[in-house]
């Protein structure tokens, strides 16, 4: 099965970091997400950049960061680190969105854009040529815990529609809320990525091995 499973490391345990990065990789997860925000763009503080430079310092997969900050344009440097693969922006907070992307990939980073469950697919018909990912949020970002938002499902299957047709090689997304309950029609609909937090992962104990288990089963049932 072809799913990149990548854990929300806002979630992770900061003061067993090496184990707990170890023990996500060996149940199956092939990326690191790295939610960054700035308490403005959203209601929230999360991870800093010391917390970012040591996970790719010690992790054997890509970190994939989730820029949810206004204006991304001003700090994508910071995130020019070896072990970082994607940089994620939101379309409606850059200035200039072609000129943000061609800066991702001048960085040689995968660019992608966010679009939020409100935000229309006019962003990515736009910069289509520049994306090589796209991410749903399936809820409103800023906070773990909420419930999923049901239209993500046909939204990601108007996302894979527009892709076909453009002929492009992107990779979708979904972050908000995955669990056994949406995967396997998510999956179904073209998404391939999931971002894992307290729906699928980072729950009854932490099993991260038979809780990745039990979405593919999801998804294979």
């Known amino acids: 099965m072809n799913v990149n499973w990548s854990p929300s490391m806002m979630l992770a345990d900061l003061l067993n970091l090496k184990n707990e990065i170890d023990q996500l990789v060996e149940a199956g997860c092939t990326s690191l997400h790295i939610d960054v925000m700035d308490g403005n763009y959203v209601?929230?503080?999360?991870?800093?950049?010391l917390d970012i430079?040591?996970?790719?310092?010690?992790?054997?997969?890509?970190?994939?960061?989730?820029?949810?900050?206004?204006?991304?344009?001003?700090?994508l440097s910071l995130f020019n680190l070896d072990n970082v693969s994607t940089i994620m922006v939101h379309p409606e907070i850059c200035t200039h969105l072609n000129r943000t992307?061609?800066?991702?990939?001048?960085?040689?980073?995968?660019?992608?854009?966010?679009?939020?469950?409100?935000?229309?697919?006019?962003?990515?018909?736009?910069v289509i040529d520049e994306v090589d990912a796209v991410m749903l949020m399936s809820v409103n970002p800023g906070f773990a815990g909420q419930e999923f938002i049901p239209s993500s499902i046909?939204?990601?299957?108007?996302?894979?529609?527009l892709i076909k047709r453009s002929g492009k090689e992107i990779e979708i997304l979904v972050d908000g809320s995955i669990s056994t309950k949406n995967i396997k029609e998510l999956y179904k609909k073209?998404?391939?990525?999931?971002?894992l937090g307290t729906g699928g992962l980072f729950r009854d104990g932490n099993d991260f091995k038979k809780n990745i288990g039990i979405l593919e089963s999801a998804i294979k049932s």
């Open 101 to 126: 992307l061609k800066e991702i990939k001048l960085m040689n980073k995968r660019a992608a854009i966010v679009l939020n469950p409100s935000t229309s697919l006019t962003y990515l018909e736009e």
């Open 43 to 49: 209601p929230n503080i999360t991870l800093g950049l």
């Open 154 to 161: 046909n939204k990601v299957g108007r996302i894979n529609e």
């Open 190 to 195: 073209g998404a391939r990525g999931f971002i």
């Open 53 to 75: 430079k040591v996970m790719n310092n010690i992790s054997p997969v890509p970190l994939e960061v989730h820029l949810m900050v206004n204006q991304p344009s001003n700090i």
